[in-house]
Antibody, heavy 125, light 107 residues
Framework: EVQLVESGGRLVRPGGSLRLSCAASGFTFGNYNMNWVRQAPGKGLEWISYIGSGSGTIKYADSVKGRFTVYRDNAKNSLYLQMTSLRAEDTALYYC??????????????????WGQGTLVTVSS | SSELTQDPAVSVALGRTVRITCQGDNLGDFYASWHQQKPGQAPVLVIFHKDNRPSGIPDRFSGSSSGSTASLTITGAQAEDEADYYCASRDTNGNHVFGTGTKVTVL
């Protein structure tokens, strides 16, 4: 069974830093691309970061670019999100999300297929 | 635009059929997936690659797509289907993008 368990969320002051972790199990972590998706209280889902299986490709949403850094340790089956210069608008539940590639004879797609339970980050003075 | 637009809320009588739509310019180029989120829980994938269901998802959930619109249909809605539903696809940069979400109420 695929399991993704996030940790590290807490109350932090504006301008502060935080590192989130995601522990993966039940699958070969190093074979999968991973993402971070957040959800502000009462709001919808917002994709914020992607990292390829071998860390060769990394992407960020404009809302976090230059402030957040995603990385992974495939030997430890773990995904991380280093967050700096935190703002009130970064307050959200942060989800670790796995991508799965699905192909037919015609084409392929790679949706998010598994989600963790999330870790809550609150940025407030 | 890379945005995915959904109706904020729909209601359906128990046992009836409801269709949720998702509109976005990129849906003609990228497949949509659909994610169900119940209150206080993480999202769960219910439809991917337009009309495929992960194992364990009831066959009353189905997906379709035409042009810039993707749809999720629940045929014979059950009380446990009451949830928020998000479509997802890719933007012009190939990044994930999620729809605005639809709250489904089962009456």
């Amino acid at each position: 069974e695929v399991q993704l368990v996030e940790s590290g969320g807490r109350l932090v002051r504006p301008g502060g830093s935080l590192r989130l972790s995601c522990a993966a199990s039940g699958f070969t972590f190093g074979n999968y691309n991973m993402n971070w998706v957040r959800q502000a209280p009462g709001k919808g889902l917002e994709w914020i970061s992607y990292i390829g299986s071998g860390s060769g490709t990394i992407k960020y949403a404009d809302s976090v670019k230059g402030r957040f850094t995603v990385y992974r340790d495939n030997a430890k089956n773990s995904l991380y999100l280093q967050m700096t210069s935190l703002r009130a608008e970064d307050t959200a539940l942060y989800y670790c999300a796995r991508e799965e590639t699905y192909c037919t004879s015609r084409d392929c797609s790679d949706p998010v297929d598994s989600w963790g339970q999330g870790t809550l980050v609150t940025v407030s003075s | 635009s890379s945005e995915l637009t959904q109706d904020p809320a729909v209601s359906v009588a128990l046992g009836r059929t409801v269709r949720i739509t998702c509109q976005g310019d990129n849906l003609g180029d990228f497949y949509a997936s659909w994610h169900q989120q119940k209150p206080g829980q993480a999202p769960v994938l219910v439809i991917f690659h337009k009309d495929n269901r992960p194992s364990g998802i009831p066959d009353r959930f189905s997906g379709s797509s035409s042009g810039s619109t993707a749809s999720l249909t629940i045929t014979g809605a059950q009380a446990e289907d009451e949830a928020d539903y998000y479509c997802a696809s890719r933007d012009t940069n190939g990044n994930h993008v999620f729809g605005t979400g639809t709250k489904v109420t089962v009456l």
